[in-house]
Each structure stands twice: as C-alpha cells, then as structure tokens.
C-alpha cells in the first residue's frame, strides 16, 4: 500500500500534532489517514514552529495543505505528461486516484508506472496581512456549581460546564481531553496549588507529598461543548489555538461560584477554608 509521508521537525509534547498530521494529511491528499506516515522532532526535517501558543496545529495544518496541493498538482501533470500513463489526456484527481477517460490509478499505481520511488513537495505557512486587520483569538465561557459546607467552610466542586469557539477542531476527543485537562489544572489553581515559603526562603511544600494537587475524587464530572466555526480568515485549516483557553476561566469561574454561596469575596488563590472562615 502506498503510503505518504507527512514531515515537519516541530514537535509533540503532548499537544496531539502527530494526529493532527495524519488527519490533515489524509484529508488534504483524499486518503485515509492511516495511510499517512507523520514524522516529527528531528533538525533535518523542514523546519517547524513551536509547539506553544496555541499555534501548532494552525500552523503546521496550514503548511500541510498546501504541500498537499502541490502534490496532487505534480502527480497530474506527471501523469499526463508525454508517454506517461494519461498522456494528453484531462485528467483530475479524487479518493487519491487520478482519474482520466474512464481509468483510474492510485497515486503509487502512477509513480511506479513512472519509475519513480517517491514524489516530494514542500509546503509553508506564516502569518499574513489578515492579522493585522482582524482578531483571531479563541473563546470561551466556562461555568462551575460548588458545594460550601456550613461549619467546616470545605469547598467541592460539583459540577463544571465548558463552551468554546477554537475554531474547527480536528481531532474532537483530543481537544475534549485538553480542555478537561485545562479545567482541572484551572481548578487545581484555585483550590489546591499553593506555595509555602519559610521564613529563610525555602519552600516548605517542595515535593508532591506536601503540594496539593487534585485527585479523582475532587474532580466531578466534565461537560465540554465546541461552537466548530471554522476561522479560515486565520489560516485555511479554520483552526485557532486550543492550548490554554481551558484554563483561564476556571479559576474565576470557582471564586465567583464560592462568593454566590458564602457571599465572601476571595481576591487571592487558592481559595483556603481559613479565607471564609475568618468573615464567617
């Protein structure tokens, strides 16, 4: 089975853009993507942007179509060239085939045909003038119901909601995965993470046993929910970032939740017991 290759020396930590260059690369050459071999993290690779700022997948989604469209327009002038299969011929392309006068060749089926192992194009992306006119950034509104106890003024979260506008999303369970990881981590912030400095400048919770993260039990569960426009006046793959929109309203989103229950407005975080206790 012919496969094509989809490289690019940025890379994954995480951020799900070995997917994403399957995806976009299936879809941009109208092939499955499991027949896309995606390759990252390596010097010799076409150069990459970083994975950070919420641009990876806008970025190297973007480049990865017009690679693809060069492709495709090097394989039919190929294929119709003097002496090669279609020679002459009109010919266009679809389901990764290249179709002419009722015969079809898969893209492997033209190259060999060709005598030649591969084909190999290049493709870019940067920033164009439509940034400087309009705002491409992603939204979101994201909302929580806590539970106050009376005495002893413990906080739990019992349910969190989260609507957002990335853009089109690619890859629905992964960016459904972000964002819950951003709404902990948002929670986290608010209830949990928390620096002690002795008075000698050490910090006395320096380790997991005594820094305070979330467990399963302090985590309900999490409703997320897309708006999918596609932004194609950002890039043409509609995309926008999705990296740290699932956190910033969710710390927010608790204090306001805390200040309707208890009436007790906390301006700092994480929102300790002593905090309501002390106007209780």
Request: aromatic share 4%; net charge negative.
């Amino acid at each position: 089975m012919t496969r094509a290759v989809v490289a690019t020396s940025g890379a994954d930590p995480g951020t799900g853009l070995l997917t994403v260059l399957s995806l976009v690369g299936g879809e941009s050459l109208d092939i499955s993507p499991d027949r896309v071999v995606p390759k990252l993290g390596d010097s010799a690779l076409p150069p990459g942007g970083m994975s950070g700022g919420s641009t990876a997948t806008a970025s190297a989604g973007t480049a990865i179509m017009i690679a693809a469209a060069k492709a495709i327009d090097d394989l039919l002038k190929l294929a119709a060239a003097p002496g090669a299969p279609f020679d002459g011929m009109d010919v266009s392309y679809a389901d990764g085939q290249v179709l002419a006068g009722g015969r079809t060749m898969t893209f492997g089926e033209v190259l060999r045909a060709l005598e030649l192992p591969s084909l190999s194009v290049t493709g870019s992306s940067a920033p164009g003038e439509e940034l400087t006119k309009h705002s491409f950034s992603s939204f979101g509104a994201q909302f929580c119901e806590v539970r106050v106890h009376k005495w002893t003024r413990e906080i739990r979260v019992s349910r969190m909601l989260g609507v957002f506008d990335s853009g089109r999303i690619i890859n629905p369970t992964a960016a459904r995965s972000q964002i819950i990881g951003g709404m902990i981590w948002g929670v986290s912030a608010a209830l949990h993470e928390g620096l002690e400095i002795e008075a000698n400048g050490r910090f006395a919770n320096g380790d997991f046993a005594s820094y305070l993260i979330p467990v399963n039990a302090d985590i309900p569960e999490v409703d997320v929910h897309f708006v999918e426009y596609p932004d194609t006046l950002h890039n043409a793959v509609g995309a926008k970032g999705l990296g740290e929109i699932g956190t910033v309203g969710m710390a927010a989103a608790v204090a306001n939740a805390v200040h309707n229950a208890t009436g007790i407005r906390v301006r700092h975080i994480p929102i300790q017991i002593e905090d309501l206790l002390e106007e209780s």
